[in-house]
Structures are given as C-alpha cells and as structure tokens.
C-alpha cells in the first residue's frame, strides 16, 4: 500500500509538473503562428521553427540543470548575479522584469479580446475584469496548486486545438500553404515566443524537491522534454491546419480568418481556446514574476504581488497594443537573451564543480548552437523589428 501511494504521488507530482510547463508555454503565440508562417513560407518556417525548437529544448534543459543543482532560491537574474557577477545579474534582473511584464500586458490585451468574443462587451473592460480575476489567483503560494490548475485546463484546451486542427484540415487544401513567403526569418522569433517556458523550470523543480535527488532529476527533464515537444507538436498541427483552411487570407489572430472557411461559430470556440491558454500562461508567469521580486529584489509578499498586478494594467492603459509587434520582439530579443544568459551560467557552473546532476550533454559544439541561434534572433530582431 505504502508503494502504491508513493507511486501515486510521483505521477501526480509529474502531471502537475507537465501541466505546468505546458500551461506556461500554450499561450498567445499559437494565434500568430500561422500568420508569422505565412510571411516566412512554410519551408522556411517549418525550418525555423525546428531551430527554435532545438533552442528552446537545450535552454529549458540547461536551466533546469541550473535549478536542479543549486541550494538558493533564486530566479534567473538571482544565478546570474550568483555565477556571473552583480552586472550581468542586473542586466538579466531588468531583462526579465520587462519581458515578463510586456508578456503579461499582451495576456490581458488578448484575454481581453478573446472575453468580447465570448459573452460580448468592451474588450478594455474585459481586459481589467482579467487582469483582475488572475490577480487574486495570484495569491496562491503554492505552486502545487497552480500547477494543478494548468494540468485540469490542459485536457481542454489539448482537445480543443485538435478539434479546430481537424476541421481546418478537412475543409482547407495543402495547395492553399505558401512555400516561400516574403521574411524567410520572421517567424523564427513567433516561435521562440510561443515556446518558451523558461520561467516555470525551477517551479517546475519546486514540486519534485521532496523526491531525491536523482529521481527529481529524471522527473525533472522527462517532465521538461514532454512539456515542450508536446506543444512544439500542437503549433506545428495548428498552424498547418489553420493555412491550409485560411491560405492567403489568415489573419494575425488566426481565428478571424476562419470564419469564411468554418462559419462564425468556430470563432467562439477559438476564443475559448485563446481564453483558456492565456489564463493559463498569465498564472504560471504572474508566479514567476511574482518570485523575482520576492527572492531577488527582496520585496515584502504584498508589494510583490502589487508590483506583479499594476505594472502591466499601466502599460496597458498607457495603450500598447501592437501586440504582434511586441510577440515578435519578445522572443527574438528577451528571450534570446535568457537563453545566451543561460548557456554561460551553466558553463560557469560546471567549470566550478558544481554540477553533479545532469540533464543534457552540453559540449561545445551544443553551447556555441545555442550561443549563434539566439545572437542571430537578436541581430534580426534589432535590423528588421527596431530599426
């Protein structure tokens, strides 16, 4: 008995790990995924789109390294400061404030959107009603339990994807797909957005940490390697299926584009799909969030989570709204910039000895793909997006 109810708890324990990782990387890029697509062509797109993949899996798995054999709680600015110095740590201390409250306003701009859809209304209104309700579930301290609520929302909105998937494959056609678009690159950064999941791995750890330690570890990268493949394998369906239906005519937010194709009704249920994983996402990151003012910038828990709740409702009253603009630059250049942060940090620490669990290979030539694939999105991102 005592066996069977520790097995139980080790896949409870994992499931809410997956959903967590999941919830934290389904969110408001699978909507400008076709599109981005679309103006990359699919055989640059499909290229693109498995090179940032194989970044974001390497990252993920080396941050997870990070978390896994290190005492402190800490966020990524706290093991650059760590590992790296007072400089670099501050430099990735402001990097991911501003990226994560950009990534928050553009949740409840869309989750705003997706609300209209639904019940009807302003979507401003909308927007603060989201903002709001998300808030106070922010008050959860555990992250057991918004682990759970991602795994309870990932059946859903699975099915809800696939469903969609299959009625645009059905009444589209593959000669509707563009081969070669007019950005060969642009959609190399939607990617890197819509599949990064960077800020949940050491949550992610936090549900395993009464495991051992190397069973915490396998848990760990099992529950990493499924997280993202999984999703990787969801946009790739969702986007082919949505340009097959939609071909020229798809729409930045992917659904409006349907109507034509699918009838309006498919737009409520895209709105539902859009609803469920940005709220999802907007949990996992406002933790995050949440943490780092906490852990690094030694904040009490109520500015915290003040902090985690104003700083995106400003920004999205001072009326940012080119929310593909934002996507694009989020992951071609935050991200990026996690990502190359990473690398050194897990270079550092494993030059230092104090690496004794490891999830993934980390040679040279690994570190220097990873290094080059990200400088690269953020020399793009600086030339096309900026200036």
Sequence with gaps: MRVLRSAMIKNKQFLEAVGLIFGMIIGSGIFVLPYAVSVSGAVWGLITAFLAFLGILGVHLAYGEIVLNS????????????????????????????????????????????????????????????????SLLLLFENIEDIGFIDFILT???????????????????????????????????????????????????????????????????????????????????????????????????????????????????????????????????GYNLNAIYKLDLRLASSAAWFASLSVPVVLFLAGAKDFTRLISLMGGTFVAFDGI?????????????????????????QQYFLITVFSLGIIYELIYQIF
């Design 71 to 134: 005492d402190g709680l800490h966020r990524l600015p706290g093991y650059a400061k760590e590992y790296l110095g007072k400089f670099f740590g501050a430099f990735s201390m402001l990097s991911q404030i501003l990226g994560f409250n950009t990534v928050l306003l553009i949740f409840g701009g869309l989750g705003g959107i997706f609300l209209g859809i639904l019940f009807g209304g302003n979507p401003f209104v909308w927007s603060l009603i989201f903002f709001g309700l998300a």
């Design 155 to 285: 059946i859903p909105l699975i099915a809800i994807i696939i469903f969609i998937s299959f009625l645009s494959y059905n009444s589209g056609s593959s000669q509707n797909i563009n081969l070669f678009g007019q950005d060969r690159f642009f959609s190399f950064g939607i990617f890197v957005f819509a599949l990064a999941g960077l800020a949940v791995i050491a949550d992610a750890r936090d549900i395993f940490r009464k495991q051992n330690e190397g069973e915490s570890g396998r848990f760990l990268k099992l529950a990493i390697i499924y997280g993202t493949t999984v999703s990787f394998v969801l946009y790739l369906i969702f986007s082919l299926g949505v340009l097959m239906a939609s071909g020229e005519s798809v729409t930045k937010d992917a659904m409006s584009g349907l109507i034509s194709v699918l009838g309006p009704g498919i737009v409520k249920v895209g709105a539902l799909l859009g609803f469920l994983s940005i709220f999802r996402s907007y949990l996992a990151l």
């Design 341 to 365: 942060m990473v690398v050194y940090i897990l270079r550092r620490m494993r030059a230092m000895g104090l690496v004794t669990n490891r999830l993934l290979g980390f040679g040279k030539v």
